[in-house]
């Protein structure tokens, strides 16, 4: 992989791992665009770490909220506001957890295509332009509960399929729950931490299990390239996301599908 592709696939990923636009999509799209081939699972999920290290920065507090939620529920008090948080971000991560390790492998294997990602594209821009304009839009991250948490957490567990989504058939999903866009963003964006953490690991552990030879240089630019870019995509999702709705990024989802549809029929 040469390191124009590896700085490109670096800021595509994070300018679109926290947009609700699919970074998995595009990371499979510009190689073909382009005509490169394609970079893998490893480096996809290597840069995704980069997207990790800007929601530890971006959203700390909320983090360090989370640890002393998960420190008190080890200690058997789950009552609090912060160790209910903690709860509800594992349970979330469970569905996504299970399917990951389960799945990756066939995922890789067969879903990895240009029409794949046409039908999640388009079909989850639909379901988040309803959400958009029919969620209530009334409730906030306080309210979370367990059965939110299981339902956007299994909603997380789709965004394997390339085209999908994690930020954003999470917040499609928290909206449809009634959340407020920002609060729906804020909740995806922090349920998203353990999974990204738990890919990132099961991909490293496999590297050194396999022997796989990997430039490592090229994998610490783009992990470094991705942070700083996912650090301002988040920045300007949550400062403007109230105002402008998900309708854009559906219609751009919806652009996107047609162009791919195009290109490959």
Do not use: C
């Amino acid at each position: 992989m040469s390191w124009l592709q590896t700085i490109v696939l670096s800021i595509v990923q994070g300018l679109t791992e926290f947009l609700p636009i699919s970074s998995s999509g595009h990371l499979v799209l510009v190689p073909v665009f382009f005509g490169w081939t394609d970079q893998g699972l490893t480096f996809d999920v290597a840069v995704h770490f980069g997207s990790l290290a800007a929601v530890a920065v971006y959203f700390r507090n909320d983090l360090k909220g989370l640890m002393i939620g998960g420190a008190r529920l080890l200690g058997g008090n789950s009552n609090s506001p912060e160790s209910r948080m903690a709860l509800f971000i594992i349970v979330g991560t469970v569905p996504a957890a299970i399917a990951g390790l389960t799945l990756a492998g066939l995922i890789e294997a067969n879903l990895r295509s240009p029409l794949v990602i046409v039908f999640a594209l388009s079909g989850y821009a639909l379901l988040m332009a309803l959400a958009d304009r029919f969620g209530r839009h009334e409730r906030v991250i306080a309210n979370v509960g367990l059965r939110d948490a299981i339902i956007i957490g299994v909603a997380q567990a789709l965004a394997l399929v390339p085209g999908t989504s994690r930020s954003g058939i999470t917040i499609t999903a928290a909206m449809m729950l009634g959340f407020q866009r920002r609060d729906a963003a804020r909740f995806s964006f922090l349920l998203s931490a353990p999974v990204i953490l738990l890919a990132t690991a099961y991909e490293t552990f496999r590297l050194f299990v396999d022997g796989s030879d990997f430039a490592w240089g090229q994998l610490a630019i783009g992990v470094t390239i991705s942070a700083v870019v996912a650090y301002l995509s988040i920045d300007f999702f949550m400062r403007f996301v109230n105002a402008i709705g998900l309708l854009p990024f559906a219609i751009y989802r919806l652009g996107l599908a047609g162009v791919v549809l195009y290109a490959v029929v």
